[in-house]
């Protein structure tokens, strides 16, 4: 897992209108929590852009007026029209004690059911995964190169020995589907030539008549 070092001070007052004044002066109310007490604090919007702004996963080391604690950001609040960031709480992480986290999923190549017109299927973008902080990954990678049309690939084919993954066995991560599309313009187009076949079939029966015809009016004049 990637670390960040990031240095913030601790709160001397909480409150609305303390964490009012800190987002005015550029600055995020943060909490952290999991450890011995809760901790309120706050640092500045910028030296919490590349943990907020980014997929990856980061263990966060944080030097809160001297004090070294180790965390991971668990949850983060927007103002929902600016989308500035109002407040983060961290969770206390210990190198023998499991947690639960969020990992991306970056998959890698080009599906051959794609190639063929198949439509990829990213059901699971990110899987919900429990470990010790060392055996954390920072993103779990899947090649979907040789997958083809009908193929996925499930929770239970990622599994492994230093994590678990909370999410059931046979949930789907990545597939191809066959593309609907292709499927309704095959269908059109089959339709299409069964009825010129049918039309052509009616024109050569009805050219095979007016011989018939003829002759009849011949046997007539005849007569």
Known sequence: MK?????????ENVGK?????????????CVLYGGEKQVCFYTHENDVRKLVYSPDIFL????????????????????????????????????????TVNIPVVLK????????????FFRRNKIITRAIPSNLPDSIEIDISELTI??????????????????????????????????EE?????ETEEGTTEEGDATEESSEEKPTEDTSKEDKEKN
């Open 3 to 11: 670390s960040l070092a990031i240095s913030v001070k601790k709160r």
């Open 17 to 29: 209108a303390n964490s009012k004044a800190l987002r005015n002066q550029g600055k995020v109310p």
């Open 60 to 99: 966060v080391n944080l030097d809160i007026d001297g004090t070294k604690t180790s965390c991971i950001m668990q949850d983060i609040q927007f103002h929902p029209v600016t989308d500035k960031i109002l407040h983060i709480d961290f969770l206390e992480v210990f190198e023998d004690k499991e947690v």
């Open 109 to 120: 190549g080009i599906a051959l059911g794609v190639r063929n017109g198949g439509n990829l």
């Open 150 to 183: 009908g193929d996925f690939i499930y929770i239970k084919d990622l599994k492994s020995d230093k994590y678990m993954f909370l999410a059931p066995d046979n949930s789907v991560v990545v597939g191809v589907k066959t593309a609907r599309a292709a499927i």
């Open 186 to 190: 095959l269908v059109v187009d089959e």
